[in-house]
C-alpha cells in the first residue's frame, strides 16, 4: 500500500497531489487542466466559496482520473465552507500548530 503523505499543511496537501498527478496521468492536456486547477484550489484556499467554486471544477475535470485524487478528497473538503471537520480558519494560529506537528511525523514502514 503507498503512503501518500504525513504532511498535512496546505502546502504540504497540494504539493503531494500535484506529484501523484505527474506521476499518474499520462496525458499531457490533462495533466496540465488538472494542475492549473490544483493551482486554483490552492490560491483560493484561504476563501471557503471560492474554494467550492475551484474544487467543483477540479473533481469535474478529474472525472476520469478519480482513482488518483480520491486520496485526497478527505485533506480538500476540510477547506469548504460547511465540512463540519474543519476547527480552525485557514492561516490561523491553531492550524498551523497542528500543521507543524503533522510535520515531524514520519512515515511508517
Known sequence: METLFLDQSHEGIFASLRAKLCREVSG????LALLQRVNSMQAAHTEPEAFQASFDEF?????DHLDVVRPFF???VGFLPSHPGVSCEPHGPKCYTAAKRSER???AS
Do not use: E, K
Not at 499531457?28 to 495533466?31: N, Q, T, V
Open 74 to 76: 478527505p485533506m480538500l
Open 59 to 63: 473533481v469535474a475535470r478529474a472525472h
Open 105 to 107: 511525523i514520519l512515515p
Open 28 to 31: 499531457s492536456a490533462i495533466l
